[in-house]
Nanobody, 122 residues
Framework: QVQLVESGGGLVQAGGSLRLSCAAS????????MAWYRQAPGKQRELVAV???????NYVDSVKGRFTISRDNAKNTVYLQMNSLKPEDTAVYYC????????????????WGQGTQVTVSS
């Protein structure tokens, strides 16, 4: 199993910034991709940003130019820097790890953190 622990959520005014952190219990070098998802009340969970083990980055259109995903392999941590926050960014943000290598065996599944609340006031 991969344990993921998120931190950094909170309440911020529109236009402000937050940085979310996701600490993994294994070397993230052994994880195929790591991502941030979010789920607002009454809405489906959506992919916000993803970074692969090869360094490829992708973002949902609504956060491009405002959010930045990054990874620190030495700390086994993935970050989501969120700038110019909008009320519509309000959601629970979840860290996701997809496909993890344990020894010589790949576990092809999704691992999830417990989520951290981000609330942006207008």
């Amino acid at each position: 199993q991969v344990q993921l622990v998120e931190s950094g959520g909170g309440l911020v005014q529109a236009g402000g910034s937050l940085r979310l952190s996701c600490a993994a219990s294994i070397r993230i070098f052994n994880i195929n991709s790591m991502a941030w998802y979010r789920q607002a009340p009454g809405k489906q969970r959506e992919l916000v940003a993803v970074v692969t083990s090869g360094g490829t980055l992708n973002y949902v259109d609504s956060v491009k130019g405002r959010f930045t995903i990054s990874r620190d392999n030495a700390k086994n941590t993935v970050y989501l820097q969120m700038n110019s926050l909008k009320p519509e960014d309000t959601a629970v943000y979840y860290c996701n790890a997809k496909d993890a290598l344990f020894g010589s065996t790949w576990y092809r599944k999704d691992f999830w953190g417990q989520g951290t609340q981000v609330t942006v006031s207008s």
